[in-house]
Nanobody, 125 residues
Framework: VQLQASGGGSVQAGGSLRLSCAAS????????MGWFRQAPGKEREFVATIRMSVGTTAYADSVKGRFTNSRDNAKNEVSLQMTSLKPEDTAVYYC???????????????????WGQGTLVTVSS
């Protein structure tokens, strides 16, 4: 499984960005896809996840109501629409694939077997 994240950039507080993650793999539609982020000096934290088969989503409390996770199975792609961005959202964002699917929502980093390379989001005040 290969994951390619894109869409990061710089934005002012209150602005929006859309991240995308393209995935390879013949059974992509069976995965759970997640988004994590890591700010400088901090641990990587859960942001959102989506069950690819039915589109069920889950979010961290810090982004609930501001971020929307969606999927496009035809394109083997997931997206994270981020609105009302805050300076504390500044981080490198990673997409990840949980192919074992022991539970939902998978909020732990250890639930994910494959990771993309990360894309930087910078929110200025």
């Amino acid at each position: 499984v290969q994951l390619q994240a894109s869409g990061g950039g710089s934005v002012q507080a209150g602005g929006s960005l859309r991240l995308s993650c393209a995935a390879s793999g013949p059974t992509f539609r069976t995965y759970h896809m997640g988004w994590f982020r890591q700010a400088p000096g901090k641990e990587r934290e859960f942001v959102a996840t989506i069950r690819m088969s039915v589109g069920t989503t889950a979010y961290a409390d810090s982004v609930k109501g501001r971020f929307t996770n969606s999927r496009d199975n035809a394109k083997n792609e997931v997206s994270l629409q981020m609105t009302s961005l805050k300076p504390e959202d500044t981080a490198v964002y990673y997409c990840a694939a949980d192919i074992t699917r022991l539970t939902f929502p998978p909020r732990s980093r250890t639930s994910y077997e494959y990771w993309g390379q990360g894309t930087l989001v910078t929110v200025s005040s």
